[in-house]
């Protein structure tokens, strides 16, 4: 390293202090935190199956921190893929990801994740920084050591979404059905109990915000993701299709968008994506609704710039895809739940980007996309790309640059109960 190690414990504390107080963000060199240099930076990560949301927050964070050290339970990243995000970057998995197989089932070993990510050790690094959808912010940590954790949300499948991801995977009452529920129920407790490790929470949304304070009586910063604005040309003249681009997944509720379109044989819909339910939703296929499958990044982006609107029923923590669509200048008709919250400025507002609906229901869908239409006037693709600006590259490295400064100030005998905010305004849906 360019600076001689920080070392661990009192004097090396103060010299962390002092060099973090002088954090900046430069324009011309985005991806190193000059007052960080020479401390020792330990990244965990949940899993990386493959690269999406949380996997992009990960890569940003390698960016900012090109010395840091990168822990992951399971890394099944293509290597393409990884080479173009992360370089040479060395991840450091669990003894579970060389299993034989593991890529197929790794889903079913929840229950073993606490153990697994409490057996890394980063008590010898000067700053933690977790990428949590469940378990990495239960890594084990000293009391003088700043964490910080970016919550892409609290574990759903433990919490409110149980009985639907049980029900789901038909996991009644029987053997099975209740060795998951009493597995969840010891992962609940796990959860809770390790919610208060990291000196600050950093929240993707308002909706995960208000998650972290239910469930775990703590409050978070928010701090949108990091959505790459110059990768999403701008586009001003639409074509005549509308767009649902997602993980072909259940919560999704694509198959409201599917059936909404079908009784608007007029409206051309064009779904992207495949997941699990891929089959079940070609199923519900019409003249006027076309399936592209998975795309490549260039052919995904051109769908969706071209495209007269973004259609999404479901509840998204953040949902990147959204503000990329914003960034190409293409409107949006959302769910008025989660991340959708905060992206879109409904119709009411000044420089309307989208409609908000309020039910997850066919008609409410069908509503929304006949009040698009019906003031596509207001809504124009300069105001959706100049709405995306609020979360861009540099707007997230600034404000995470902050919290990284304020987790250590805490760490120095500074407020730990009401974090500071440090994310734009979020816009939320009209009343």
Known sequence: MACARIGIGHRGSRMFRAQSASMTTSAEEPSALAGLK????????????????GE???????????????????DFLDPEVKARHFGDRVFRTSPLNRLPGIRRYYRNLFALCPFFIEQFNVTGYDLVLSSSSAF???????PDQPHVCYVHSPARYAWDEQFTYLEQARLGFGPKGLLYRYMLHGLRIWDVRTAHGPDLMVANSEYVRGRIRRIYGRDALVIHPPVDVDEMPFTARKGDYYV???????????????????AMPERRLVVVGEGQQSAGLRSLAAPNISFTGYL???????????????VFAGCEDFGIALAEAQAAGTPLIAYAQGGARDIVRPLGRDTPTGVLFRQQSVESIREAVEMFESNLAEISPS????NAQRFSIERFDREFQAAVAQAVAIQDGGPRAAPRM??????HAAN
Request: charge should be positive; glycine fraction near 4%.
């Open 296 to 310: 490549d990044r260039q052919q995904y982006v051109d769908v969706v710039r071209n495209a007269k609107g973004m």
């Open 136 to 142: 990495a912010r239960g890594v084990l940590t000293r």
């Open 244 to 262: 649902a681009a997602s993980f072909l997944a259940p919560y999704k509720r694509t198959d409201l968008v599917l059936r909404a379109f079908r």
């Open 56 to 74: 992009r927050v990960l890569a940003r964070f390698c960016r900012l921190f090109p010395e840091a050290d990168v822990f992951t339970l399971f």
């Open 422 to 427: 440090v994310s734009s305004n979020p816009v």
């Open 383 to 386: 105001a959706c790309r100049q």
């Open 38 to 53: 020479g401390a020792r930076i330990a990244i965990v990560h949940d899993w990386c199956p493959d690269f999406r949301g």
